[in-house]
């Protein structure tokens, strides 16, 4: 095959998240507000990438993926290729604001302390 037979196609990605397909199916929901999303239509919804910013132009797209062969019960498994090394193991219910933090994303927001009584 000649070198002329391959192109590229630019993207702006700074982090690529994949969620496994096959535990999002079997867990069939868990995560949002209401328990009622799959993880990566909570991340989506939680990161706010509306159809226009998960394209290539937007930096971060959150995807699914075949599956990590570790199939865990009550979880799904999640990494960001920025650390391939780190395949999360994400318990159903999981807070969107950790999960975001150990997926090592960074959307501009802070954890809001509160105040002991």
């Known amino acids: 095959m000649a070198e002329k037979d391959f192109k590229t196609a630019k993207t702006e990605w700074r982090d690529v998240v994949l969620v496994c397909r096959k535990c999002s199916k079997k ?4 995560f949002g ?10 991340l989506r919804k939680y990161l706010h990438l509306k159809k226009g910013k998960q394209g290539r132009k937007g930096g971060l797209i959150v995807t699914g993926a075949d599956c990590f062969d570790i ?3 009550g979880g799904v498994v999640a990494v960001n290729t920025a650390q391939p090394k780190k395949l999360l193991i994400i ?3 999981a807070d969107l604001f ?3 933090t150990r997926l090592g ?4 927001r802070r954890l809001k302390l509160v105040e002991p009584d």
């Open 71 to 73: 199939c865990p019960k």
């Open 33 to 42: 507000p209401g328990g009622d999303l799959t993880l990566k239509k909570a």
């Open 27 to 30: 867990l069939d929901g868990g």
């Open 91 to 93: 318990p159903a219910g």
């Open 105 to 108: 994303l960074d959307d501009g």
């Open 98 to 100: 950790e999960v975001k």
